[in-house]
């Protein structure tokens, strides 16, 4: 099922383009990667997904239907822009955030109280939020944004300010949420995350979409010919070998030469007696696609 549609997103401030006709969906319960350099259009489209303004042209679709004020509630969204009521105890502010999602107030304090277990902060629940660290207000944060269950969320780097292990913390959260048949889209330039975590992203740069899939079929499509070789004894010159490097490790990094498929040279290198204990195409790291694509915008 298609849980967010964008279709056709059209978005100027003045003379200056935001969005230029961005279409894309995102598939129910997946983690899905929302990608793109600083000003490259993915705040707008948040902020149109979530109501904040509106487009010039095109729509947003939730839940196979025309989104309606209605269907917001249905939403949460952690925004880059962090906000907290620092007068106010962790629990009351938590609470209340769960209030605006239509929770009564005593399950949406039931919630907290949960919540704050689940974040590893239970101690704070009658602290003030001013007497938090940043990272304490950042897990905060998060977890008053997904105690109400969100069937879809939209997290705008969650993890900035939080130390590996409360990085660990977040993403398996993500990871249960999706075990859950929730929905979470992650803004992020974190691309270790997107790699661990995303089952589809979109890249957007200078308001236009301009790579969307799964992320092993992008990471395909984006990689060199190249594949990791672990052979016992000598590895057999063959034609589809092209310029063979044995790493630090023991194992061949080689190139297939061109038009060739690995199935190609592992059936060839067979062939010519090679003892192989692990071949595996080696897939281009979310890093290097999202320079590549990005730098091939701005030239």
Not at 16 to 21: C, M, S, Y
Not at 97 to 105: D, E, H, P, S
Not at 255 to 264: E, K, L, W
């Amino acid at each position: 099922m298609i849980i967010v549609a964008f279709d056709g997103l059209t978005k100027s401030y003045g003379h200056t383009p935001a969005l230029g006709g961005v279409s894309f969906d995102v598939p129910s319960g997946e983690i899905f990667g929302l990608l793109g350099p600083n000003g490259a259009g993915k705040s707008t489209l948040i902020r149109i997904l979530m109501d904040i303004i509106r487009p010039d042209e095109g729509r947003v679709l939730l839940f196979g239907e025309p989104r309606t004020r209605a269907h917001l509630d249905r939403l949460g969204y952690l925004p880059e822009e962090r906000g907290l009521y620092t007068k106010l105890p962790v629990v009351e502010v938590m609470t209340y955030f769960g209030a605006l999602k239509g929770l009564t107030r005593a399950e949406s304090r039931r919630r907290a109280l949960e919540w704050l277990e689940k974040v590893e902060l239970p101690h704070v629940a009658s602290w003030k939020i001013e007497r938090l660290s940043k990272g304490m207000s950042q897990k905060v944060q998060i977890a008053a944004t997904l105690l109400s269950d969100p069937e879809v969320c939209v997290l705008d780097e969650p993890t900035t300010g939080l130390d590996p292990v409360n990085v660990r913390l977040v993403q398996d959260l993500l990871v249960e949420r999706r075990r859950n048949g929730r929905t979470t889209i992650l803004s992020t330039h974190q691309m270790n995350q997107v790699e661990a975590l995303c089952d589809r992203v979109a890249l957007i740069n200078q308001g236009k979409l301009v790579v969307y899939g799964e992320v092993g079929e992008v990471r395909r499509r984006y990689s060199r010919p190249e594949v990791r070789i672990a052979v016992r004894g000598p590895l057999p010159p063959v034609a589809l070998a092209v310029a063979p490097v044995q790493e630090d490790d023991g194992t061949w990094r080689v190139t297939i030469s061109n038009g060739a498929q690995p199935g190609d040279l592992l059936r060839a290198l067979v062939e010519a007696g090679a003892a192989i204990d692990r071949f595996e195409p080696m897939l281009a790291p979310m890093e290097d696609i999202f320079l590549r694509v990005v730098g091939e915008g701005r030239a």
